[in-house]
């Protein structure tokens, strides 16, 4: 009979278990796109989620129209981007290394912007070679007038979901371009730029290969040159080789020759089954203050609000910059438009401060001006960074973060949750 009872319950048990599982799962990863206008079940994973989502339902108006205060700011970085021809491309990389200053890594007036963008995409390739650092496959461009890029290649196309965990699938090359623009528009200025780039596979990288590079090259069945590189993942059947005009794509990014300094983040995932502390603990950021100042927390907040706009879940370290962390590896954005995960906000609504300067940003782009103006400025370059339904995500992620900022108001007020200290 006991046995009997104990079989039963442990069967009893591992059904609740499997249940949680199924619906811990559904919950977190499916389709959310439907969360502003479906009933409110959706997404509460846990009570502070659910908090949040009421909020997104019961936001001001002000908060879904546009605000006209940012009719000027607006004016001013179209401005930025809007190049003017540049004459002796060289040039623009001669102040390199006066550029960075105690506000930005780049020049941010007269066209600079625009001007660097430019150069980027212009400029000859003189030598290209494998940049093994990191996990993905990356290649590194050297520049005529000494300048180096990484070259993320293109593994997808835009209209690709990615399935799966938060910071599944390779990187995507137009996450990094879009995160680019996205910081340029919140006024994230510690960040570097990034073009998308076609490079002909025969006459700018076969011909300016280095001999390791050449050495990770294979031709496909097709006969086509494609490249498998060094790095931690890079396998020889996973290549990425040119399309039909012989030409390859990727995000280009400026790279920066600074020392660093690496940490790991407070809010990193486990990449198992295993749920770290801040996923357990909601006064986890009570232990971060401990060791962090709030300075730093304040710079993680805005890093995490970055990258949830994105979809970004995959921060597991920063750089440091000046004090300051580098927005660097935005790779694994734009997976799924249809998917939120609210998690990825954690620091904000854990330790509910934000510096108020960012605050301000976020409220100056309501009602569509923040993807509006990523279009405006990212169309000076002929790019098309995106698909709509990820511009639409953004937007309805835009509205989750109001929310967020709200339900820490409501829980501590306006006198705890805004700093003013600038981090970014
Ligand atoms: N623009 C840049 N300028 C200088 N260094 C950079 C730049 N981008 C990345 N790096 C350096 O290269 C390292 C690897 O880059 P990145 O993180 O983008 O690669 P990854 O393959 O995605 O790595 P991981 O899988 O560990 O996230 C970074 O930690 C950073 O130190
Ligand atoms: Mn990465």
């Not at 309501?366 to 995106?386: P, V």
């Amino acid at each position: 009979m006991s046995v009997k009872y104990i079989i039963g319950f442990s069967i009893f048990l591992i059904v609740l278990v499997a249940c949680n599982i199924y619906f811990y799962y559904n919950l977190t990863s499916v389709n959310k796109h439907v969360i502003l206008s479906a009933p409110r079940k959706v997404e509460a994973t846990s009570s502070v989620h659910k908090d949040i989502i009421d909020h997104v339902y019961n936001l001001p108006n002000e908060y879904k129209v546009k605000n006209p205060n940012f009719t000027p700011l607006q004016r001013n970085l179209v401005q930025s981007f809007n190049a003017s021809v540049i004459n002796n491309l060289k040039s623009v990389w001669n102040y390199v290394d006066e550029w960075a200053d105690d506000e930005s890594l780049f020049p941010h007036k007269d066209g600079a912007p625009g001007q660097i963008l430019q150069a980027m995409r212009a400029s000859q390739i003189a030598l290209v070679d494998n940049a093994p650092k990191g996990t993905q496959l990356k290649l590194l461009l050297l520049l005529e007038g000494k300048q180096k890029l990484l070259f993320k290649p293109k593994r997808y196309n835009l209209t690709h979901i990615i399935n799966g965990h938060i910071y599944a699938g390779f990187d995507r090359h137009n996450s990094e371009v879009f995160a680019y623009y996205l910081a340029m528009v919140l006024n994230f200025k510690w960040v570097a730029p990034v073009i998308t780039r076609r490079i002909n596979i025969d006459q700018e990288i076969m011909r300016l290969a280095t001999p390791g590079l050449k050495k990770t090259m294979v031709k496909n069945e097709g006969g086509r040159l494609c490249i498998y590189g060094k790095c931690y993942y890079c396998k020889i059947n996973e290549t990425v080789c040119p399309d039909s005009n012989g030409e390859l794509e990727g995000a280009a990014i400026l790279y920066l020759d600074k020392q660093f300094r690496i940490h790991k983040s407070p809010w990193r995932r486990s990449y198992n089954s295993k749920k770290m502390e801040w996923e357990k603990d909601n006064d986890f950021c009570k232990k971060v203050g401990m060791t962090l100042s709030t300075k730093r927390i304040l710079n993680l907040v805005d890093t995490a609000i970055f990258d949830f706009l994105i979809q970004n879940g995959d921060r597991h370290r920063y750089e440091i910059y000046k004090e300051k962390i580098v927005l660097l590896d935005n790779g694994k954005g734009l997976g799924n438009p249809m998917v939120d995960v609210l998690d990825i906000l954690a620091p904000l609504y854990q330790c509910c401060i934000i510096n108020f300067s960012t605050w301000q940003n976020l409220e100056y782009l309501s009602g569509g001006s923040l993807t509006e103006t990523i279009k405006l400025l990212s169309e000076f370059h002929g790019e098309k960074l995106t698909t709509e339904e990820h511009y639409q995500a953004i937007e309805r992620r835009l509205l989750k973060i109001y929310a967020t900022v709200q339900y820490c108001l409501e829980k501590h007020g306006s006198g705890k949750v805004f700093k003013n200290v600038v981090a970014l």
